[in-house]
């Protein structure tokens, strides 16, 4: 007898919101009108745009800080325009790039604990674009390679190490980007453009290797993500203003290999793609909902699964890196919703009666470790990502990652600014002591901030327990 019921193990996934107390509440969500995802995470911090007077600002929280958000919070706020897109580094956690309407792009370092004191100075300040940087997004296999795309139709890629503009993709779009996505081994991108047109190019030959015009044919943005297999994957509008996902074979572009039709709403589709179980989530702007779909190789190629409601619309969408997950849980998403005035984390697990690791949900997935240097991709190698298992939870990795932090953007820069004034080996002797050293004063500075902290609380309880006493009397 024919299967009527397609077997997939992620048949039964299902959507929950955590409690309130786990909410990051009171929080003033950016209400700049762009199509980002407004929301960046990974397994130490969420990041978010917020509104800010006078320039640009983020806040990042560590995740276990949930509860309600205090105003005087420190922010991340060097920016003289509103921030616009945060992307946080898949090589080292405790480092952020930002793209702003000041047409700049800025990258931060984060210390270990979070913020104490507001952060104004960005370990390095990338200017190129001439008008403002809606899209931010880091190298997935390659140490200190950045990719920015701008309102001035330009892709630039950065070396963040050195500060430089390495590659710039200039006539290739005719007019806005709306999104830019790396393959799985970052040797091409994909774009969608306000054009109605899909591009696949590789950045270091800069050349457009395949092109596919009106692939969507509504007049509302497009969004297209490479999944793991190489295809290519979009959403978009019909004629009709119906929302549609389309998956695209990028050796043959002139037809789609499938196009589900969804829905008629205006909120742009945000595409979230998990490479390890091929599950696809999209998020549309201002919707309550999340949909969920299976890929798989054999026709019709995209299963819908199920979809996740809520009451609230959503501003915004943070989505977790595999490696921040709870195994024990059977937990394959995360997702961080951002309402008004709160972020909302969204738990998406696949129900399993035994407590043992389930590891065909969880195939070694990409792990903290860069494959390439930035010089090494720069020449033309591809490095696919080194995978870790996540069969003891991510504990293991925490000890990898203080090394990627001590290799990092600080020590690049220093050693740039010691190489034009002495030889290599003096230059690597002096950035230790000078790295010591500022690590030295910036927990001086946390203590001192922690101290004053405690004595305007403990002043705070002295008049507080005062009025007690009056109440009392």
């Known amino acids: 007898m024919r299967r009527v019921v397609r077997q997939s193990k992620f048949r039964h996934i299902f959507g929950q919101a955590v409690k309130y107390d786990q909410c990051y509440d009171d929080i003033r969500v950016s209400r700049v009108t762009w ?123 950065w070396n963040v190490g050195t500060g430089e503009a390495m590659i710039s993709l200039e006539d290739m779009h005719p007019d806005v980007i709306y999104n830019v996505s790396w393959n799985r081994n970052g040797s091409l991108i994909c774009t969608s453009c306000k054009d109605k047109s899909i ?42 203003s119906e929302r549609q996902l389309a998956l695209w074979n990028v050796q043959n572009m002139e037809e789609p290999m499938t196009v589900n039709e969804m829905d008629t709403s205006n909120g742009v589709l945000l595409p979230f793609y998990d490479p390890d179980t091929n599950v696809v989530y999209l998020c549309g702007k201002g919707d309550s909902s999340i949909r969920y779909f299976e890929i798989t190789d054999e026709a019709p190629y995209v299963h819908f699964l199920n979809t996740f409601v809520s009451k609230e619309p959503q501003r915004g969408m943070g989505y977790m890196p595999k490696r921040g997950l709870d195994v024990n849980k059977c937990e394959i998403a995360r997702f961080y919703k951002l309402h008004e005035r709160k972020c909302e984390p969204i ?16 195939p070694d997935t990409a792990g903290p470790d860069p494959a390439l240097e930035a010089e090494e991709w720069f020449e033309g190698k591809n490095g696919d990502p080194i995978l870790i298992s996540l069969k003891n939870g991510y504990v293991p990795g925490k000890n990898r990652e203080f090394k990627v932090v001590k290799k990092n953007i600080l020590d690049s820069k220093v050693n740039k600014n010691t190489e034009n004034s002495s030889p290599a080996n003096k230059s690597a002797s002096s950035t230790p002591s000078i790295k010591s050293e500022a690590k030295m004063e910036e927990i001086l500075k946390e203590i001192k901030s922690l101290k004053d902290l405690i004595s305007s609380q403990e002043k705070r309880i002295i008049k507080l327990e005062e009025q007690m006493s009056k109440v009392a009397i």
């Not at 950045?203 to 044919?217: L, S, Y």
């Not at 993500?225 to 190489?230: H, K, P």
């Open 35 to 157: 199509d980002s995802s407004f929301c960046a995470v990974n397994p130490k911090f969420v990041a978010i745009i917020i509104e800010a007077s006078g320039g640009g600002a983020f806040l990042v929280l560590p995740l276990h800080k949930s509860g309600r958000i205090d105003k005087s919070y420190p922010t991340v706020c060097g920016h003289t325009g509103p921030v616009l897109d945060i992307d946080w580094c898949p090589h080292n956690d405790q480092v952020i790039a930002s793209g702003s309407e000041d047409c700049t792009v800025m990258v931060w370092q984060i210390p270990e604990n979070g913020l104490v004191t507001a952060m104004s100075e960005p370990v390095v300040v990338l200017e190129g674009h001439s008008k403002r940087v809606g899209i931010i997004t880091w190298h997935p296999t390659a140490r200190n390679v950045l990719l920015s795309a701008g309102c001035d139709n330009q892709i630039i890629i």
């Open 199 to 240: 591009r696949v190019i590789d950045p270091r030959k800069e050349t457009i290797v395949a092109e596919k015009e009106k692939a969507h044919e509504g007049a509302r943005p497009m969004r297209a993500i490479f999944l793991s297999n190489g295809d290519i994957l979009t959403t978009g509008f019909s004629r009709m």
């Open 347 to 362: 738990v998406m697990t696949v129900p399993r009666k035994s407590d043992l690791f389930q590891d065909d949900l969880y």
